[in-house]
């Protein structure tokens, strides 16, 4: 669910701070990013240290540092992040909140940025009843503030009441929430192809290519990223599993186009593999022996057409499909061809040549091909591609809708 986001923490001076070490450690097992802003009064109750081992990333503390300025830039760092969390949320930093202060480096932040902001309140019961801080909420949750708690419980000072910051589950499930509520593919399924398959000769020989599965693993976390139900079948690769992504694995076109037929239906699929146009017509049970002056003659038959199968009319055709078309030559004219043939909605077009280092590479660059035209894409790396994809993919399922 989280994989991919970034988190910027800020921690503030509450005896719940110490709570906030787990939090960092919760957030990150699910797959995101966390950098942290620890205030003065934060740092009474933990250290930059122990925040900088959780999160495996700087800890930023003061507003003046002419090398973090130098550097970040209390502007950047409020702006990199998808979501801001201040846990614990004191009264005094809601009130500098709600009324616009910025005299350190987290109030600066929070004025500064343009993101979502999440805040798990934590402080005295009377002090969360008083008037000023009631006012001060409201002023935040009409400004969109998010907010998980406080709770009732027992406070470090030895009353009860609401107060107490929800504990570090409670917070980690409003952040998947924020995130689920905000995925542009949320609720939606997707298949994606990635790598090349291993069309068997004999039992230790095979026919294959060159393919790496790079960017059909990049497309399938993207999509995971963006919250579609995604099921990854690939060949064999090295690249690793996607997180949150369901990987089936497969080695020959015959078994690519079952699992695929199995993973539907679908929403939208993604044909990036590189399957073998052609495979054995007769496998050999045993090794092929070699034979001085005689080399083995073989047979040759055609691949089943997984694009074009899946892209039939059918009631399990997904409502967006979209193929590869990977050229050495004509890139875009062969796309286009392959387009009408396939009867699928987008080509996505590259070449690759042996100079270009797209297989393997971890760079692309690809051409659009659907019925309005073609949009040539720059240059860039095969997870930027991949996200820019998913990207044009939700708008054209919001248009479908």
Same mark, same amino acid.
């Given at each position: 669910m989280l994989h991919g986001k970034r988190v910027l923490l800020i921690v503030s001076g509450g005896i719940a701070a110490y709570k906030s070490l787990d939090l960092i450690r919760r957030l990150r097992e699910r797959g995101a990013g966390v950098r942290c802003v620890l205030t003065a009064g934060g740092a009474h109750f933990v250290t930059p240290l122990s925040l900088a081992a959780l999160s495996e990333d700087t800890v930023f503390t003061d507003l003046f540092s002419l090398t973090t300025e130098s550097e970040m830039g209390h502007i950047r760092l409020s702006r990199e992040a998808d979501l801001l969390v201040v846990a614990p949320a004191t009264a005094d930093i809601l009130a500098k909140m709600a009324h616009g202060r910025a005299d350190d480096l987290a109030t600066t932040a929070l004025l500064a940025t343009d993101k979502p902001v999440l805040i798990a309140p934590a402080m005295n019961v009377r002090m969360w009843n008083h008037a000023a801080t009631q006012a001060n909420l409201r002023t935040l949750e009409s400004r969109g503030v998010l907010r998980v708690g406080p709770v009732e419980g027992d406070m470090a000072c030895g009353e009860y009441g609401?107060?107490?910051?929800?504990?570090?589950?409670?917070?980690?499930?409003?952040?998947?929430?924020?995130? +689920?509520?905000?995925?542009?593919?949320?609720?939606?399924?997707?298949?994606?192809?990635?790598?090349?398959?291993?069309?068997?000769?004999?039992?230790?020989?095979?026919?294959? /290519?060159?393919?790496?599965?790079?960017?059909?693993?990049?497309?399938?976390?993207?999509? +995971?990223?963006?919250?579609?139900?995604?099921?990854?079948?690939?060949?064999?690769?090295?690249?690793?599993?996607?997180?949150?992504?369901?990987?089936?694995?497969?080695?020959?076109?015959?078994?690519?186009?079952?699992?695929?037929?199995?993973?539907?239906?679908?929403?939208?699929?993604?044909?990036?593999?590189?399957?073998?146009?052609?495979?054995?017509?007769?496998?050999?049970?045993?090794?092929?022996?070699?034979?001085?002056?005689?080399?083995?003659?073989?047979?040759? +038959?055609? /691949?089943?057409?997984?694009?074009?199968?899946?892209?039939?009319?059918? /009631?399990?055709?997904?409502?967006?499909?979209?193929?590869?078309?990977?050229?050495?030559?004509?890139?875009?004219? /062969?796309?286009?061809?392959?387009?009408?043939?396939?009867?699928?909605?987008?080509?996505?077009?590259?070449?690759?040549?042996?100079?270009?280092?797209?297989?393997?590479?971890?760079d692309n660059t690809v051409h659009l091909v659907t019925g309005k035209g073609v949009e040539d894409w720059p240059p860039m790396s095969k997870t930027d591609v991949a996200a820019r994809l998913i990207e044009r993919i939700g708008m054209a399922l919001a248009e479908r809708a």
């Open positions: 609401p107060g107490r910051m929800s504990e570090v589950m409670e917070i980690v499930a409003a952040v998947e929430s924020f995130f +689920a509520d905000r995925s542009p593919l949320a609720g939606k399924r997707a298949l994606v192809t990635s790598g090349p398959t291993h069309e068997p000769i004999d039992p230790v020989r095979y026919i294959a /290519n060159r393919a790496s599965g790079k960017q059909g693993h990049a497309i399938a976390a993207a999509l +995971a990223r963006a919250g579609a139900a995604t099921t990854l079948v690939t060949g064999p690769t090295h690249e690793p599993d996607p997180a949150g992504v369901t990987v089936v694995r497969i080695e020959s076109a015959a078994e690519m186009l079952a699992a695929c037929k199995a993973a539907l239906p679908a929403d939208v699929a993604v044909f990036a593999a590189a399957v073998s146009d052609w495979r054995i017509a007769a496998q050999a049970g045993q090794k092929i022996k070699k034979n001085a002056g005689a080399p083995p003659q073989l047979s040759l +038959a055609e /691949n089943p057409d997984i694009l074009a199968t899946l892209a039939a009319p059918g /009631n399990l055709r997904p409502r967006l499909v979209i193929g590869f078309a990977a050229e050495t030559e004509k890139v875009v004219e /062969n796309a286009q061809a392959k387009l009408k043939r396939k009867r699928c909605d987008w080509i996505v077009a590259n070449d690759v040549s042996p100079a270009t280092g797209t297989f393997g590479g971890s």
